[in-house]
């Protein structure tokens, strides 16, 4: 026995005509059983159901005229309707399931009750749960194509999800993590857009985060190294409502971009009040750095040699507070400016660096190389009695012993360059008073 396909017909049986109409406008299915109604004349003849071979007639071909058949009746059977409250507590019950079997490591099954829970064939709200759910669990397992995968479908199934700002955010992440920095940007810019739908508990949630989406454009653009946009982006933050650590992160953000710009007039201004206004902070540091370089690209020599030997002479400046961090930053600064000025053939100003360098810290992986520049300045300066003072100190370290510290490679081979430029001063000097000797006689 099959059922009748669903369409518009009419039955001879006045008494079944209008709840039959109530039954199709409610989507129900009819089947045929028994003996043929009493026929009304009056009335238009019942469309006879399908062949037994499938859509077509009995004989198989499409389009065949049908006999009406009178040796049936028509019943009403009801489609069988969802248990929504059914199904949620069936997917919720699957989400636990397969999140704890996702903590335990096993990762395959717990996949395999998330696509149980997401096959419920109604779209319920806890659904979202669910997907919301898979996108956490994946991006904290650094599967972040499947994290991204899947809270893309949870805005896709739910787009006026209350959840939409937090989910564009962690996409934005998600992409800028996996290089997809333009697309970071685009969904950043989602986190804004979905934020102006927030209801009025959620407005000052979610004001804080279009904040941050904000701040993560415009970093993003600076990691695109497009300068311009990122600073015009860091430029209108800076005139926002910010906290102190925010204001000071944009700020630091926006001498940076001057500096890369090439705005480098424009950046001594900036560098001077940020070291002014924030005495100690972690980027003061790289702040005085980029100010001593600022000045030493605008071919203000003397500003930039006072700057460092300034820096490198305050062992007990507030940037000691910063401990290795400020001398990663004295260190590549002193080196950076004395080497430039070496190479330019100011042999003066890069022996004050280098001099200032060697007494700021008297471990040998700091101080020889130093010292080694040192002597190739008093040899550029004719000065071959201080440059021979200078490698015997390497040579000939005060005590001689360093304890449990560890000199790598580099520091060693230095000292065996110090030999071969004592040795060569050595015989030039020898040389020299050999032909004064000989000179004279």
């Known amino acids: 026995m099959k059922p009748y396909r669903q369409m518009n017909f009419w039955i001879a049986n006045p008494g079944l005509n209008n709840f039959l109409g109530l039954a199709l406008a409610c989507s129900i299915s009819v089947v045929s059983i028994g003996s043929p109604p009493p026929v009304d004349d009056h009335a238009p003849a019942p469309v006879a159901p399908y062949g037994e071979d499938g859509e077509d007639g009995e004989d198989g071909e499409e389009g065949a005229e049908l006999e009406p058949r009178e040796d049936r009746v028509v019943i009403i059977e009801p489609k069988k309707i969802l248990d929504k409250q059914a199904a949620s507590a069936e997917i919720l019950k699957y989400m636990e399931l397969a999140s704890s079997l996702w903590r335990s490591g096993d990762h395959e099954l717990a996949e395999e009750y998330f696509s149980a829970a997401l096959g419920a064939p109604a779209r319920l709200p806890e659904k979202e749960n669910v997907l919301f759910a898979m996108g956490e669990l994946y991006r904290e397992s650094g599967k972040h194509p499947k994290a991204a995968a899947a809270y893309e479908r949870l805005v896709e199934e739910f787009p006026n999800s209350r959840r939409a700002p937090i989910v564009f955010m962690e996409l934005g992440h998600l992409y800028r993590e996996m290089g997809g920095l333009e697309l970071a940007i685009s969904k950043y810019y989602m986190v804004l857009n979905s934020s102006l739908n927030a209801s009025v508990d959620q407005v000052e949630k979610f004001r804080r985060l279009s904040l941050k989406a904000k701040i993560e454009i415009a970093k993003t653009h600076m990691d695109l190294l497009d300068f311009e946009e990122a600073f015009r982006q860091y430029d209108l933050l800076s005139r926002l409502d910010l906290d102190p650590i925010e204001h000071r992160s944009v700020r630091y953000r926006v001498c940076h971009l001057l500096y890369n710009m090439g705005s480098y007039q424009q950046a001594v201004s900036k560098l001077k009040h940020f070291l002014e206004e924030y005495k100690v902070s972690p980027q003061s ?107 015997q100190e390497i040579l000939d370290p005060e005590n001689g012993d360093f304890g449990d510290q560890e000199l790598d490679a580099g520091i060693l081979s230095l000292r065996e360059m110090a030999k071969w430029r004592l040795d060569h001063l050595n015989w030039e000097g020898d040389l020299v008073a050999r032909l004064n000797v000989l000179g004279a006689r």
């Open 285 to 391: 540091p790289e702040i005085r750095y980029l100010l001593a370089k600022s000045y030493e690209k605008l071919n203000r020599k003397p500003d930039a040699l006072r700057e460092v030997v300034l820096i490198l002479k305050r062992q007990s400046s507030p940037d000691t507070a910063l401990d290795n961090d400020g001398d990663y930053w004295k260190q590549r600064m002193g080196n950076e400016l004395a080497n430039e000025f070496y190479q330019q053939g100011d042999y003066r100003s890069a022996l004050t660096i280098y001099q200032s360098l060697a007494k700021y810290n008297a471990t040998p992986n700091w101080r020889w190389p130093a010292i080694h520049q040192i002597g190739l300045c008093f040899e550029r300066l004719g000065l071959p009695e201080k440059a021979v003072m200078a490698y």
